[in-house]
């Protein structure tokens, strides 16, 4: 964003509300939404779907652990074939999450200006977790669902973790005082409390294609509160979730003030990118010489880019495969 930077942009706070056993989170992207943007010259409908998964990405993640990291992917048959975000936890407390994003489309196909959300077509909504090294990682997937990257989120929660949860999500290009355009989204995210044996209503669920909602999870006091909770939510106007003039915690008082919200201390985000030489040089140690002749441009080089940031790298392609590694152990022996 040009000009100062306000105190709650590029934040996620979290919150609970005791009375109704439901916790939730506040996100604001401002310059982290603008630099995941800048890498790439994507068409308006890419762009708004970009924005909003980097969005959910900023508010499912501020869960993980220090150091975990949270991967969110929507793989369609449509124009939009890949939208990609990876969400990494703070090294240490009071140090930024790191975010990045990445779209991938059919430039032929796509409708660069209709309705998003159709362009994905047929697919999944994937959500990964990544806990270091020597860990298994977490992946649960369910189909794309409702009409919104958001509403296929609550999707997965509902059918792969069996927690009722509500997103509403505002992005958009705002006009600074000089004339100048910003891209600005925000949102907040409801999740009821974890229950140690959710009762699941029915046989199937009442989702798009039997998938389970909310309503399937939930039942008595809970719904109701649920409900309720839900139906205050709905009153928040557009400027209240992107505009730089409400405070996380104003909204918060000014949405769910009879509910005595709960409120914890923010995480900073910034835009960030895991990729370098090394871990490029790693992915490329699995061919032989022969392979990397096919991967060698005319200029003698090989090289790589990265998807997420940009970064441009270049290789003699006699240091790289496995074969100059078991050379390079040689001359050391």
Known sequence: MTGSKIAWDDTVLPFQLDRADIRGRVARLDGVLDQVLAQHDYPPAIEALVAEMALLTALIGESIKLR????????????ARLIATDYYGPGENGEPARIRAYASYDEERLDPNGDAFPQ?????????????????????????AGDSLANCAETYFAQSEQLPTRFELKHGRSTLAKGSESWRAGGVMLQHMPKASPQVTGEGGTGEEGVLAAA?????????????????????????????????????????????PRI?????????????????????????ARELVHMTRDDGTITADCQFCGSHYSFDPATLGFQAKEEMAGDKG
């Open 120 to 144: 994905i077509g047929n697919g999944y909504f994937a959500v990964l977790i990544d806990q270091g090294e020597g860990m298994v990682p977490y992946q649960g997937i369910t189909p794309i």
């Open 68 to 79: 975990w990291k949270l991967s969110l992917q929507v793989r369609g048959s449509g124009a």
């Open 264 to 288: 914890f201390d923010a995480q900073k985000l910034s835009f960030g990118c895991s990729c370098s030489e090394d871990k490029v040089r790693q992915s490329l140690s699995i061919y032989s």
């Open 216 to 260: 399937d999870v939930l039942s008595g006091d809970a719904a109701e509160n649920w409900n309720r909770v839900n139906i205050l939510l709905d009153s928040v106007e557009v400027l209240e979730l992107i505009g730089p003039s409400v405070a996380p915690t104003n909204l918060l008082v000014r949405l769910f003030h009879e509910e005595e």
